[in-house]
């Protein structure tokens, strides 16, 4: 599977009361890698605002499969499991590697565009949908339907 990813340290705000990554903490760190994704491609935060549109979590899953502790290094990747012809929906896994290789843990998230100024889910600008479109994939990717349009649209 070709991946983005991001080097990163298991930091002490990170840690539940057992020493270990807290569930929250793997779910902060994949919403950070797929921002630096968008800046590093041409979408940082400002050009979010100023289009009033921005990536909305409809489900998350997380596996766990190794710990992780202070100060353990990890890469975190990020890859497009699915995504509509649109890029209005779209499947991003990221997955949390340890120094020994091993994935210590899994985040597949399900996700749109949401128009910040009507609420609702849209397809995205075309410049945001060459970014997703241009996403890694990994290799069980599959398309997915796109956003209806209303009726006279």
Do not use: C
């Amino acid at each position: 599977m070709t991946t983005y990813s991001k080097h990163l340290y298991v930091g002490w705000a990170h840690l539940d009361s057992n020493g270990h990554m807290a569930n929250s903490a793997y779910l902060d760190l994949v919403s950070d890698v797929r921002m630096f994704y968008f800046a590093d491609h041409g979408f940082p935060p400002t050009e979010f605002g100023r289009l009033a549109v921005g990536p909305v979590i409809l489900q998350e899953t997380l596996e766990y499969r190794r710990e992780l502790r202070l100060l353990d290094p990890i890469e975190v990747t990020l890859a497009a499991d699915g995504m509509s012809l649109d890029a209005a929906r779209w499947v991003l896994v990221n997955e949390f590697i340890r120094s020994d290789g091993q994935v210590a843990a899994r985040v597949t998230s399900t996700g749109g565009w949401l128009d910040l100024k009507a609420r609702a889910l849209i397809a995205p600008p075309p410049a945001l949908a060459d970014v997703m479109r241009a996403t890694p994939r990994t290799a069980t990717f599959t398309e997915l339907p796109g956003i209806r349009q209303p009726s006279g649209s």
